[in-house]
C-alpha cells in the first residue's frame, strides 16, 4: 500500500515535470529516490553517497496510451544537465499493473567524485515523437583530509537495543547504591555517546533491512530490502527480480575496493539474516537465505568478506541434505548487465549446491561448534562458523546450558555454541591479520528477537552478551588506536523501558500469582514505582552472568510497543529452572507456551496491547550511539541513521585530527 | 481454556493432553487433556482419542504403499543421529525404519504469523515463528515435523499452545514447501476421532478468569 501511495506520488511529479500535453510519456519512478522528484522539493536530501561511491540510476517510465512505445535507446539519464556516459539497459516491469508499453531504464554503477548537490534528470522519447523530462537530486559527501585514518572499523549493532535495554543491562550487571551506578557497562564508557533517528525510506518504523543498510550505504532503503533501492520489478514467483534492483555499493565493497580492508559479519542470529546480510548483500527481500548466503562467497572480491560468524548451517549444506533450507525459489541470477557493470559472477539457480565445500575449497577455513572456533589454525585468514542451523540460542540458554541448569541448547542439539564476545575475538584474530585493516559488524541478535516476544530476562541477558562483544572490541582498540569502535542499534524493539522494581520476595510473588486473582494480587501491591522500586540487587556469577534472575524485589519491565500478554514478572521458566512446573525431568523438558498471552497465565494478570500482533513490535524512538577510537568525537549530537555512514567514512578515509 | 489446563497440571502430574490439532471451523478439539500414559516405543495399539478407524484415513499428498499398522511412539529428539555432526543431520534407524508408517509423536505446534492453511509444524518446545518479519530466520530446533491436515476434510488448523500427541503417516526425503520452506520430515495426520466424555477438560471453578482468546 505504501509503494502504491509513493508510486501515485510519483507519477503525479512526473507529469508536472513533463513539459508536454496531458497524452505525454510519464516518468513513475527516479533512481536514487528524492524528494525533488516526488514533490517538488529540494529538501531534504534523500540520497547521499561518498565520493567515487557506486550506484545505479534508473527510472520507470510509461507512454501514453495513444503511443504504447518508446523510442528505442531514447532513454538518457543527466546528471547537472549533463548525459551520464554508460549503456542504458531497459527491461519491463514485473509483479505489479503498469501502462502497455512501460518500460525500466537502468545504467548501472554511477559515481560521481564532486562533492555537493547535484541533479539527475531522465528524459525519453514515446514514437510519436512527444518526449518527457523528470529531475532528482542527490548529494555527494565531501571527505576530508584531516588526520590519521581509522585503519580498522568496528560496527557493533545491538539489534533492537534502545536506551531502556542498555540500562536495564547495567542495573542487573552491575547495581545501583544510593542513586549510582555501582559500574558502567562497556558501551557506557565509551567517551562519545549520541542519539540516532531510525526512520526508513517508506516508514517512521523501520525494520532491520533499512535499520542495518543506513550503516552500510549512508543510504535509507524500503523495509525488508539490502543495499538495493526499490524497483518496478518486485513480486511475483521469479526470485531473480529480487536480485535485480538499483544497487548501491557497500561500505565493505568500498574499503576493499579502495583500500583492500577485509570484512567480516559475526551474528548472534542466522548468518543470513537482515543485519549481517545489509553489509554483504543486495537483494529486495531479506528472505531469500539462498541467494544472500551464494553471494556471501561469489561476491567476496568485492566484498572482502573473509569472517562468517553465527547460525544459518541450513543454507550451506546441498539441498537433498537433512537440515538443508536451500531452494530455487530463494536463489538468485544477477542480469547480465549488472554483473558484468559490478564485475560480479552472475550467480546460478543451484540449490543442490554445496556451499559449505564451495566456501572450504576457497580456502576457508570452518568450525561448526565453540571447540572448533577456539582452534582454529593461528594462520587463518578466512573463517566461516556455523554452530546451529539457523538462530544461535539466547545468552540466558547458552549460559544455563553451560552451567548444567538447562537442556535447552541440548534440545536444539548444538550444545557447544560459542558466546558473542568469543565469536568476536575469533574475528578480530583473523582479520587483523590484514595489514590494510579491516570492517567488522558485530551483531547482538536476540535483544530483538527476545524484546519482541516480550521475553524481559532473555533480551536482558542478551544485552549483556552483546556488552561482553562491546568490551572485546573496545580493548582492541585500546592497544591498536587506528580503529574506531560504534556500538548502535538499528532500531528500538518493543517500547521497552523499566518501570521500577517488586517490592515483594520471589516467595510473595509466586504465592501471589498461585492466587490467580490478576492485578488486585500481581500488580497491586508488587509494582513499587518511585521510591517503592528501591534498588534491584543481582548478584553476578564468575561467568559474568546473574546467578538467578528471580530475585526479590526484581526489576520490572514495560513494553509500549506489545501485545496482549500476561504478565507475572518471573523469568520465564524452563523446567529444570522452575519447581512450580509439574513436569520436571520428563522428556520434552519444556512444558512453557510459546505466546505471551499463553504465557504467565496463573497469575490472571492480563496487559492489554496497542498493537494487533501476537508479539511486540519495533518502535520509531531513537537510539544511543556510543564511540571509541580514531574519529569517535564525531559521533554527539541528534544524528539521522544514514549519518553514522559518512562519519564512520570520514575516518577510514579522510582520518581524524585527534584520537 | 488454557488457564485452566496448565493451572491443574500442578495436580495433574503426569497427566499429559492428547489430541489433535484440528478444528472444525472455530471450535477447537486441540489440547484436550486425559489421564491416559504415553506410548511407549513398540507399543502396537493405537492410543486412544488420537487414532481414527483406518477407513477414514486419507492421504492428500504421498498414498501410503502399506496397510495400516498400529502407530510406533516416535521422539522428536530421537529423529537424529547424535550429537549432530559438523554438516548436515542424519536420519537415526528408528527414524528411518518407520518412512511410511503410522506414528505418533509429541510435541508443540510452532506459533506462526501467517494463516497455518492445511499445515502446521510440530516440534519439542514451544516456539514463535516469526515468519513475516523474520522471514526464513527462525528459532526452530532441527527436531520439526511438518504436518498436514488432510486434504478432504473441511477443517483448518488454530494454534494451540498445549503439548500435543499426535498420530499419522510418517514421510521422509526432501521437499520444497509452496510458501519456500523445506522439509524433510513430514506427518500426514488421520482426522481427528470426535471428542469423548473422557476427554473432555476439567470444569472451571466458578471464580475461574476468563480464557485468553486465540490471538
Known sequence: ?659 | MFTRCFRSQRIMVPRLPAALAIVIGTSALAGSPTSEKPPTAGDASPAAGTVAPPAAQAEPIEPSPEPLQGPVALDLLDLFVHPIGPEGMEFSEKTRSLDGKRVVVEGYMVRQELPYGKRFLLTTRPVILEEDEMGPGDDLPPQTIFCFLPDNLAMTVVYTPARLRLTGTLRLGHREEPDNMVSFVRLLLEPPEKPSPDSTPDAAPADAPAPPGQP
Open chain 1, 1 to 659: 500500500m505504501v509503494l502504491h501511495a509513493r508510486n501515485a506520488l510519483a507519477l503525479a511529479a512526473g507529469v508536472l515535470a513533463s513539459a508536454a500535453a496531458s497524452a505525454a510519456p510519464t516518468v513513475t519512478r527516479l533512481i536514487p529516490p528524492s524528494e525533488l522528484f516526488s514533490t517538488g522539493n529540494t529538501d531534504p536530501i534523500i540520497a547521499r553517497f561518498l565520493p567515487g561511491q557506486r550506484f545505479d540510476l534508473q527510472a520507470t517510465i510509461s507512454p501514453d496510451s495513444g503511443s504504447p512505445l518508446l523510442v528505442p535507446g531514447s532513454i538518457q539519464f543527466l546528471v547537472d544537465g549533463s548525459p551520464v556516459a554508460g549503456t542504458v539497459t531497459t527491461k519491463s516491469p514485473a509483479g505489479g499493473t503498469y501502462p502497455t508499453g512501460t518500460t525500466i531504464g537502468t545504467l548501472r554503477a554511477y559515481s560521481n567524485g564532486i562533492p555537493g548537490r547535484h541533479t539527475l534528470s531522465v528524459t525519453a522519447q514515446q514514437a510519436d515523437g512527444q518526449t518527457v523530462t523528470a529531475t532528482g537530486n542527490f548529494e555527494i559527501v565531501p571527505i576530508v583530509q584531516q588526520g590519521r585514518r581509522a585503519k580498522n572499523i568496528i560496527v557493533c549493532i545491538g539489534d533492537g537495543m534502545g536506551i531502556a535495554h542498555r540500562t536495564a543491562a547495567r542495573i542487573m550487571k552491575q547495581g545501583v547504591a544510593q542513586g549510582k551506578a555501582k559500574g558502567l557497562l562497556a558501551m557506557d564508557r565509551m567517551p562519545y555517546t549520541g542519539i540516532v533517528i531510525t526512520h526508513s525510506l517508506n516508514s517512521i518504523v523501520t525494520d532491520s533491512a533499512p535499520g542495518a543498510c543506513c550503516y552500510s550505504t549512508g543510504n535509507k532503503f524500503v523495509n525488508n530490502q539490502l543495499g538495493v533501492f526499490p524497483d518496478d520489478t518486485t513480486g511475483g514467483s521469479n526470485a531473480n527480480n529480487d536480485f535485480d534492483n538499483p544497487r548501491v555499493e557497500l561500505v565493505t565493497e568500498y574499503l576493499y575496493r579502495t583500500f583492500g580492508k577485509t570484512s567480516g559479519i559475526v551474528t548472534t542470529a542466522d548468518v543470513f539474516d537482515a543485519t549481517p546480510a545489509a553489509f554483504a548483500s543486495h537483494t529486495a527481500k531479506r528472505g531469500d537465505g539462498t541467494g544472500i548466503c551464494d553471494a556471501y562467497l561469489d561476491e567476496s572480491g568485492s566484498t572482502g568478506l573473509s569472517v562468517i560468524l553465527g547460525g544459518g548451517r541450513k543454507w550451506f549444506l546441498p539441498s537433498g541434505t537433512l537440515g538443508s533450507a536451500r531452494g530455487a525459489s530463494t536463489d538468485y541470477v544477477l542480469p547480465a548487465e549488472l554483473a558484468s557493470a559490478w564485475g560480479v559472477p552472475a550467480g546460478a539457480i543451484d540449490p543442490a549446491r554445496n556451499l559449505l565445500g564451495d566456501f572450504q575449497s576457497s580456502g576457508w577455513t570452518y568450525a561448526a561448534d565453540r571447540t572448533a572456533l577456539n582452534s582454529i589454525p593461528s594462520n587463518t585468514s578466512k573463517l566461516l562458523g556455523l554452530f546451529t542451523y539457523s538462530n544461535m540460542n539466547v545468552a540466558l540458554d547458552k549460559i544455563n546450558g553451560r552451567r548444567g541448569t538447562s537442556t535447552v541448547v541440548n534440545d536444539y542439539t548444538f550444545p557447544n555454541q560459542p558466546m558473542l564476545s568469543e565469536m568476536t575475538t575469533a574475528a578480530i584474530n583473523v582479520l587483523n591479520r590484514n595489514p590494510a585493516g579491516f570492517f567488522l559488524m558485530v551483531e547482538g541478535a536476540s535483544i530483538d528477537k527476545q524484546a519482541h516476544n516480550m521475553d524481559s530476562e532473555r533480551w536482558i541477558l542478551d544485552t549483556i552478551e552483546f556488552d561482553d562483544a562491546v568490551a572485546v572490541c573496545n580493548q582492541f582498540a585500546q592497544a591498536n588506536p587506528d580503529t574506531l569502535v560504534i556500538v548502535t542499534a538499528d532500531h528500538e524493539c518493543a517500547g521497552i523501558n523499566i518501570i521500577g522494581a517488586s517490592t515483594v520476595t520471589d516467595a510473595a510473588l509466586q504465592a501471589r500469582i498461585a492466587l490467580g486473582q490478576g492485578a488486585a494480587q500481581v500488580r497491586n501491591g508488587v509494582v513499587g514505582t518511585y521510591d517503592a522500586a528501591g534498588f534491584p540487587n543481582y548478584t553476578i556469577a564468575a561467568d559474568g552472568y546473574p546467578t538467578t534472575t528471580d530475585i526479590d524485589r526484581r526489576m520490572l519491565i514495560g513494553y509500549a510497543a506489545n501485545a496482549d500478554r500476561y504478565e507475572d514478572w518471573r523469568t520465564n521458566p524452563l523446567p529444570l529452572q522452575d519447581s512450580q512446573q509439574p513436569l520436571v525431568g520428563s522428556a520434552p523438558l519444556n512444558t512453557y507456551p510459546a505466546l505471551p498471552i499463553n504465557r504467565d497465565t496463573a497469575g490472571n494478570f492480563l496487559v492489554t496491547g496497542q498493537i494487533a500482533d501476537t508479539i511486540a513490535a519495533h518502535t520509531a524512538s531513537d537510539i544511543p550511539c556510543s564511540a571509541f577510537g580514531r574519529g569517535s568525537p564525531q559521533f554527539t549530537g541528534v544524528m539521522d541513521n544514514t549519518d553514522i555512514y559518512f562519519k564512520m567514512m570520514q575516518a577510514a578515509l579522510g582520518g581524524w585530527a585527534g584520537r
